[in-house]
C-alpha cells in the first residue's frame, strides 16, 4: 500500500499527461490514465486527477493571482502539476495547510530545481494566508 506522498507523486504524473495531451489537443481518459500509474484502484489519486482537472480553469486563476511575474502556463508541465495539487489541497479539502504545501515542495525538490521549489512554497505561502482560502 502507498502512502499518501507517493499518490501525490502518482497524480503528479497522470496530470503531467493530461497537460501534455491537452496541448497537442490529443484525446485521453483520464482512467486509463491513472491505472497505467496504479496497481490498485485508488480513491485519493482518483479524486486529485479528477477534480483538479475539473477545477484547472478556478486553480489556475488562484495560481496566476498569487504567481509574481508568472503564469501557471508558463510553468514546466511537471511544476504545473505539482501547484496545482497543492491549490486544490489547499482550497478544495481537509488536508491540513501545513501538510499541503510541505508536500508540493516535497514534490518539487525530487523533480525541479531550487528556484522553483521556492516560488512554488511562496506561491502556497501567500494562497494560505490570503483571504481566498476562507471562502
Same mark, same amino acid.
Given at each position: %500500500? $502507498?502512502?499518501? =506522498?507517493? &499518490?501525490?507523486?502518482?497524480?503528479?504524473? +497522470? &496530470?503531467?499527461? /493530461?497537460?501534455?495531451?491537452? *496541448?497537442?489537443?490529443?484525446?485521453?481518459?483520464?482512467?486509463?490514465?491513472?491505472?497505467?500509474?496504479?496497481? /490498485?484502484? !485508488?480513491?485519493?489519486?482518483?479524486? &486529485? /486527477? #479528477?477534480?483538479?482537472?475539473?477545477?484547472?480553469?478556478?486553480?489556475?486563476?488562484?495560481?496566476?493571482?498569487?504567481? +509574481? *511575474?508568472? !503564469?501557471?502556463?508558463?510553468?514546466? $508541465? +511537471? *511544476?504545473?502539476?505539482? &501547484?496545482?495539487?497543492?491549490?486544490?489541497?489547499?482550497?478544495?479539502?481537509?488536508?491540513? =495547510?501545513? +501538510?499541503?504545501?510541505?508536500?508540493? /515542495?516535497? @514534490?518539487?525538490?525530487?523533480? =525541479?530545481?531550487?528556484?522553483?521549489?521556492? %516560488? @512554488?512554497?511562496?506561491?502556497?505561502? $501567500?494562497?494560505? #494566508?490570503?483571504?481566498?482560502?476562507?471562502?
Amino acid at each position: %500500500m $502507498k502512502n499518501r =506522498s507517493e &499518490l501525490r507523486e502518482i497524480a503528479m504524473k +497522470v &496530470l503531467y499527461q /493530461v497537460y501534455i495531451f491537452e *496541448d497537442s489537443k490529443q484525446d485521453y481518459d483520464i482512467d486509463s490514465l491513472i491505472k497505467e500509474q496504479l496497481e /490498485v484502484e !485508488n480513491d485519493f489519486v482518483n479524486e &486529485l /486527477v #479528477h477534480n483538479i482537472t475539473k477545477n484547472q480553469k478556478e486553480i489556475s486563476k488562484i495560481a496566476n493571482k498569487y504567481l +509574481v *511575474d508568472w !503564469n501557471i502556463n508558463r510553468l514546466s $508541465k +511537471v *511544476d504545473k502539476a505539482i &501547484l496545482s495539487i497543492g491549490i486544490y489541497e489547499l482550497m478544495y479539502t481537509k488536508t491540513p =495547510s501545513v +501538510v499541503a504545501i510541505n508536500e508540493a /515542495v516535497e @514534490l518539487s525538490k525530487k523533480y =525541479s530545481d531550487e528556484k522553483v521549489t521556492k %516560488m @512554488l512554497n511562496a506561491t502556497l505561502d $501567500k494562497i494560505y #494566508h490570503s483571504e481566498d482560502i476562507n471562502e
